[in-house]
């Protein structure tokens, strides 16, 4: 039986027994953390592996570094932009109107592959001293909520590189902010969350016939620390083809 293996320290959440040594396991997170368990690498994306939200146990007095700043979106890309008032009433027409993307079956996902898509949120706090991210307020994790529920199949077209995809991340998963390790999400939740997206993005990439999906469901799954045997794909494959479709 394929399982989940986990390497950092914590239950895994999808019980499942481990197989053998002489059996590869179809699924790990790669380590993005030191050895010693009560301090993290300067990652944009970084796992918290006690589980504590005590933010303080990783700030290290001795180390000043930071997390790195994500690159400059993709040159062309759709961009969405959104505001107060879309956000409040959960309009998702900007995210139409930049895309094209009309509905779940209107999509092709040549046509995003490549431009990506990303989003420029225009939010103005009530309490401009207010320090809370954006991924931190619940208005905003609200329309991403929506926009996901919509098109399940979105994180594999976003702009990766300019850090997209952490950040869409962190509207749906659990998490905190460090100043030295960036986005200390819940592993957990976010494990779930990364098996639920390759599921989906690998179905819709591979009903579209488009090259090698699992590499593309993998380098999704490795953006957010985690990897991905061949096992889980296999499985997936050996299911019905009539199945209901994850763009449906």
């Known amino acids: 039986m394929a399982c989940i293996r986990p390497l950092y320290p914590h239950s895994c959440p999808l019980k499942q027994p481990i197989p053998s040594s002489s059996t590869p396991p179809f699924f790990h997170c790669k380590s993005t953390f030191s050895t010693q368990p009560q301090r993290l690498v300067s990652l944009s994306v970084s796992f918290n592996p006690s589980g504590s939200y005590d933010l303080s146990l990783f700030d290290v007095e001795n180390d000043t570094s930071r997390a790195p700043p994500p690159m400059p979106p993709t040159e062309g890309r759709y961009e969405v932009v959104i505001d107060n008032d879309i956000i409040t009433r959960l309009d998702l027409s900007p995210f139409h109107d930049a895309t094209g993307i009309t509905s779940p079956e209107s999509a092709n996902p040549k046509d995003y592959l490549e431009r990506s898509i990303g989003f420029t949120i225009n939010y103005v706090r009530e309490d401009g001293s207010d320090p809370r991210e954006l991924s931190e307020f619940p208005e905003i994790r609200l329309w991403?909520?929506?926009?996901?529920?919509?098109?399940?199949?979105?994180?594999?077209?976003?702009?990766?590189?300019?850090?997209?995809?952490?950040?869409?991340?962190?509207?749906?998963?659990?998490?905190?902010?460090?100043?030295?390790?960036?986005?200390?999400?819940?592993?957990?939740?976010?494990?779930?969350?990364?098996?639920?997206?390759?599921?989906?993005?690998?179905?819709?990439?591979?009903?579209?016939?488009?090259?090698?999906?699992?590499?593309?469901?993998?380098?999704m799954a490795r953006m957010l620390g985690f990897g991905i045997g061949d096992d889980l794909f296999d499985l997936v494959d050996g299911q019905p083809t009539d199945q209901i479709s994850p763009s449906k």
């Open 144 to 219: 991403f909520v929506r926009l996901d529920a919509m098109y399940p199949w979105l994180p594999v077209v976003l702009d990766w590189r300019a850090g997209e995809l952490a950040r869409y991340a962190a509207m749906l998963v659990p998490h905190q902010m460090s100043m030295r390790t960036g986005i200390v999400f819940n592993p957990e939740a976010l494990e779930l969350f990364v098996v639920n997206k390759v599921f989906v993005a690998y179905l819709w990439l591979k009903e579209h016939g488009i090259p090698k999906p699992r590499l593309k469901a993998k380098d």
